[in-house]
């Protein structure tokens, strides 16, 4: 991968678009970078989801109740949010690489440590720090896509990095219950280290750095802040950054609601709530394979206002069947999982949209982009634990996030007036550095 990381001399003449180091790979270049990438995005859902199924146990175990053990998921959320504002920034003054591989080994050492917590106070600090580290592995891999990448060809390439990272929640929660077959709660953290230390391994070996010396910012704390002022007065940005961010919301609602509605409420046992909740995630995943192919035919601004509509008006249905028990479980997944594939449609685009004229600071865009996006779910997971951990408290918040997503990118990003990208995803007037 190392030989796919200097972006090519500019061209001899002005009038020839440059091309970026993307538009050169190989077929089997793309899909190893892909697969590399994703890898590294999905630390992020699996640290989130793997341990879901023993939330009940864990409360139990360290004698809190249902909302404290809620507040170890917004702790990752929390350092996940955090760590993006700050890795992101040094992403781009000191390259990717090492910041990379000094989150992962935080992440590793947190989670060793996690083992061991003797409260919830203590795990939940150290959520805190297991999400920061895997920050690193979220913003950066999106800030190597926006290296090699721009508009369009980002959000498919995005689309397809969204299948391999949509293997972790489908498989975590799964791989959470098998291993509370055979060990306690404890055992998904010893787990989550040893994937974390495999995954520091691929990325020393199969990741080259994607920036250059040349390209790189100068380490001066001033300089990141005038980046993040430029960014934060950026309308079309933070408006786009925001419904990215309440469409997380929604999906951060269903997942610190999910394993009590579904285990508590509807009596599932652990192997059957990871197959619920497997289920969803393949709806999802399938709408963003789904998306590269309505790019051909379809804007990205459409597509993401399409999908946004129709996972609000799911989730109003969502909220009218969990309010009445209208269908009883049935009545809860079906709209549930209608919201899921509709927000699959959402995640790729509204990320491509913000980053495709951001090519001179990726990184810090792609940080602020991520703590949002997980800032504001770390909101929304104990607001469903304060509004009863039922499924009318679940799929209100999931409503209310979609709504609220809706009218940002109507009142404030107003999707009509986005620049249109062409077919090889660049925006009129982008600078490709």
């Known amino acids: 991968m190392t030989a796919l990381a200097q972006r090519p001399e500019a061209p001899a003449t002005a009038s020839v678009p440059e091309p970026t180091p993307g538009d050169l790979f190989t077929s089997w270049q793309r899909i190893r970078l892909i697969l590399v990438l994703g890898t590294l995005i999905a630390v992020g859902p699996l640290t989130i989801d793997m341990y879901l199924p023993a939330l009940p146990a864990i409360g139990g175990d360290l004698q809190t109740t249902a909302a404290g053990v809620q507040l170890t998921l917004t702790g990752t959320l929390v350092g996940l949010a955090v760590g993006q504002l700050i890795i992101g920034p040094l992403s781009d003054v000191l390259g990717r690489r090492r910041p990379l591989l000094a ?11 996690c083992v061991i917590a003797p409260n919830i106070a203590v795990l939940g600090g150290l959520r805190v720090i297991q999400g920061f580290g895997a920050a690193a592995a979220s913003v ?20 397809r990095l969204l299948l391999v ?10 791989l959470g219950s098998a291993l509370l077959n055979w060990t306690q709660w404890r055992g998904v953290f010893a787990a989550l280290a040893v994937l974390g230390v495999a995954l520091i391994v691929v990325t020393a070996f199969g990741l080259g750095e994607t920036l250059p010396p040349h390209r790189r910012r100068p380490a001066r704390l001033l300089d990141t802040l005038r980046v993040y002022g430029g960014l934060l ?6 408006g786009l950054v925001l419904v990215a961010g309440f469409a997380m919301a929604a999906l951060f609602a269903y997942v610190a609601g999910s394993s009590f509605v579904l285990q ?3 009596g599932l046992n652990e192997q059957e709530f990871g197959i619920a909740f497997g289920a969803g995630a393949v709806g999802m995943i399938t709408a963003t394979q789904l998306n590269v192919r309505l790019l051909r035919h379809y804007s990205p601004q459409q597509i993401l206002l399409t999908s946004l509509v129709a996972a609000s008006l799911c989730g109003l ?4 069947f969990a309010a009445t028990n209208i269908g009883g479980l049935p009545g809860v997944l079906i709209p549930l999982w209608a919201v899921l594939a509709a927000t699959g ?3 790729p685009n509204a990320p491509a949209l913000a980053l495709a004229g951001q090519g ?21 997971a104990p607001v469903v634990g304060l509004l009863g951990n039922g499924s009318t408290a679940m799929a209100a918040v999931i409503t209310g996030g979609m709504l609220i997503a809706v009218v940002v990118l109507l009142l404030v990003v107003r999707p009509g007036r986005l620049p249109a990208l062409d077919r090889e995803g660049r925006s009129p007037g982008t600078s490709l550095r």
Do not use: C, K, N, W
């Open 233 to 238: 007065r950026d309308r079309t940005f933070i």
């Open 103 to 113: 989150g992962m080994t935080l992440h590793v050492l947190a989670s060793i440590l």
């Open 264 to 266: 508590e409420q509807y």
């Open 165 to 174: 990272m949509g293997v972790a929640p489908v498989l975590a929660p799964t």
């Open 317 to 320: 249905v969502l909220l009218s």
């Open 140 to 159: 950066i891999a999106m800030a190597v896509v926006r290296d090699l990448f721009d508009g369009i060809a980002f959000a498919r390439i995005l689309s």
């Open 360 to 380: 001179d600071a990726a990184g810090t865009a792609a940080a602020l982009l991520g703590a949002v996006q997980f800032g504001v779910g770390a909101l929304a």
């Open 345 to 347: 449609f959402a995640l």
